[in-house]
């Protein structure tokens, strides 16, 4: 599950995890309350969440997520802007998330971040290597 209000990430995003992992089933929400909803519906495997979100923001989200009991144990990641100069939110948000990713990333990064996830999860371990080792 992808929770980013910005449109051209999330869709790059969902490409780039597309490409790597063909299998994947990819859900996308551009706001906390319906990335919550989705998560309660479908229950994904692994969590993407931006830090800048309308409404309820990424560490509102992420603690949102870890309180319920469908995503508790769920791996969640924080992406989060370079400009981003809420530091106080922003340690709150890693401190909730297992790890991050800094925008803009790479393809390369983007990977790397996930795959250490994606080794534990059976619909992700089908995929293929190809950003890692091209």
């Known amino acids: 599950l992808i929770i980013e209000s910005d449109e051209a990430t999330r869709g790059a995003i969902c490409d780039l995890l597309q490409l790597e992992w063909p299998y994947l089933s990819m859900y996308t929400a551009d706001s906390g309350e319906s990335g919550v909803r989705v998560a309660q519906q ?5 969590i993407l969440v931006g830090s800048d979100l309308p409404g ?7 603690r949102t ?18 400009t981003f100069d809420r530091s106080q939110l922003m340690a709150s948000l890693c401190s909730t998330c297992n790890a991050w990713l800094l925008k ?6 983007l990977i790397q ?6 080794l534990h999860l059976p619909n992700l371990k089908q995929g293929h ?3 890692l080792h091209s």
């Open 42 to 46: 479908k229950r994904p495997d692994l």
């Open 65 to 82: 997520l870890r309180q319920m009991p469908e995503t508790t144990l769920t791996p969640l990641v924080a992406i989060t802007s370079s």
């Open 129 to 131: 290597n190809s950003y």
């Open 113 to 118: 971040i996930i795959r250490p996830f994606a």
């Open 56 to 62: 309820m923001n990424g560490y509102q989200t992420a």
């Open 104 to 109: 803009p990333f790479s393809a390369q990064r």
